[in-house]
């Protein structure tokens, strides 16, 4: 009696064994399995003006982002004609991207990209220090662009901008956007 | 004789049930952060750590008291970057977005033009900025129609909107508003076509697979808020690419000709 009372448990034992050798092995297969990680970087930036109001245009002429909202003259542009400056206050190197939109306000304003502005079109181009001429100055798309790349922690970049209209088709105020946006530099 | 095979046989019972318990315990889509070896407090300071693997000079020379003070006073976010490991459809990986707001609470005052039709008294009147700690209290309310008797009654912060009763109905007026506003953010997704060397785009259903916890989140004067970022592939969905790369983009909103946004990249690598 004795005797089958051990073969009933180490039946049992085995059978546990069997039964528990598979289910671990499939356990540990499937967790710890996604992980998460990241470093203590942040980002940050500034941008020593933020609006633009230009108030009235004129159709088929160049309005100005500058100091004293006038085309930089001499050319190449200068330090002195910048009318921001971006700086990484991050703790990265950073690059940094720039777009822009569709102006809204009565049928709007389409931005063109190609220097041909049509009706009810502008087109919007930024400039830095050393830049030739408003001819060489950099489209502002409605996809983001590299604006500045590899921009040290605590290093600055000053820039301009301006707007090219052509012929309008109301006279209602429009507004637009620009949006630059810091990311890690890889 | 048994009972020598029985004690061989519950050891390793025993051993393997102790490795499986932790294991059978934690779900299937469970979200396992290990430890970070070399860098640190990366979610539990308010500050980002000096120690990290991209320190730069000029942060490095800086002493640490000014650092602090100067990470207080600006607004930034942080990590920069996000990596998700052996992701797969069915799981869910999360992390949390540190935003801090640097500014400090700023006066508003805004003027509105206002015609009640006949028999309303009580209007909803959208401000441009967040109530500061959502006081209707500390809101000043001014008339140029003698016959209102303005009360505010409640504010939401959805869409920033004071209820105000005691209006004259059938009447015009201009209303003075000023308030004390504390700093409204945003945070969205946004694929970029810059990407990590080696990674794809995201998958456009990706949009749908990232939750953002908060994406208006309101922060008060030097306050830092972490913002969760979940994604969540669902069990059936089709992953083309091993690697991909999504971002997150945050800042305040500012109304201004220009934006400003800082971008969070996710580098998401899936199970193969």
């Given amino acids: ?186 | 004789m048994f009972k020598k095979i029985a004690i061989m046989l519950i050891i390793p019972i025993l051993l393997l049930g102790a490795g499986c318990t932790p294991s059978s315990t934690i779900p299937k889509n469970a979200v396992v952060i290990p430890p970070i070896e070399d860098v640190k407090d990366t979610v539990i300071r308010d500050i980002p750590s000096l120690e990290g693997e991209q320190k730069t000079a000029a942060i490095n020379t800086e002493p640490e008291s000014e650092y602090e003070i100067r990470l207080i006073n600006q607004t930034w976010v942080s990590p920069a970057e996000v990596k998700i490991g052996n992701l797969y459809p069915g799981a869910t990986a999360e992390w949390n977005l540190r935003i801090h707001n640097g500014n400090d609470a700023s006066i508003e005052e805004e003027m509105y033009s206002m015609i009640t039709d006949p028999e309303e008294t009580v209007v909803d009147l959208n401000i441009k900025s967040p109530l500061a700690n959502e006081d209707i209290n500390k809101v000043v309310i001014i008339s140029d129609n003698k016959k209102d008797n303005l009360v505010i009654i409640s504010y939401n912060s959805n869409d920033r909107s004071l209820k105000i009763s005691g209006f004259q109905p059938q009447a015009k007026r201009i209303l003075t508003v000023k308030y004390k506003s504390w700093t409204g953010f945003f945070v969205e997704y946004l694929v970029s076509d810059e990407k990590r060397p080696g990674y794809a785009l995201a998958p456009i259903e990706a949009k749908d697979w990232v939750i953002i916890e908060d994406s208006t989140p309101v922060l008060a004067p030097k306050e830092t808020k972490e913002v969760l970022i979940s994604i969540s592939i669902p069990n059936d969905a089709v992953v083309k690419d091993n690697k991909w790369e999504f971002w997150t983009v945050a800042g305040e909103r500012s109304g201004g000709t220009v934006q400003i946004q800082m971008a969070t990249r996710w580098l998401v690598e899936m199970r193969n």
């Fill in chain 1, 1 to 186: 009696m004795k005797n089958f009372l051990k073969l009933r448990i180490l039946a049992v034992v085995i059978a546990l064994t069997l039964a528990l050798i598979p289910a671990g092995s499939v356990m540990a297969a499937s967790t710890a399995d996604v992980t998460v990680t990241a470093t203590p970087e942040y980002l940050a930036m500034t941008n020593s003006e933020n609006t633009w109001a230009i108030g009235a245009v004129a159709e088929s002429t160049t309005v100005w982002w500058t100091v004293g909202d006038v085309a930089p003259d001499p050319e190449p542009f200068e330090l002195s004609d910048m009318k921001s400056m971006v700086i990484n206050t991050g703790s990265i190197a950073s690059d940094v991207k720039i777009k822009g939109i569709d102006f809204t306000g009565g049928v709007g304003w389409t931005l063109d990209v190609d220097g041909t502005p049509g009706e009810d079109n502008v087109s919007m181009k930024w400039g830095i220090v050393g830049t030739a001429n408003a001819a060489a100055m950099t489209y502002i798309t409605k996809t983001d662009a590299i604006f500045i790349s590899d921009l040290a922690a605590s290093a600055n970049q000053s820039w301009c901008m301006n707007l090219e209209t052509s012929t309008f088709t109301d006279g209602e105020a429009k507004s637009g956007t620009i949006t630059v946006t810091i990311f890690k530099h890889v």
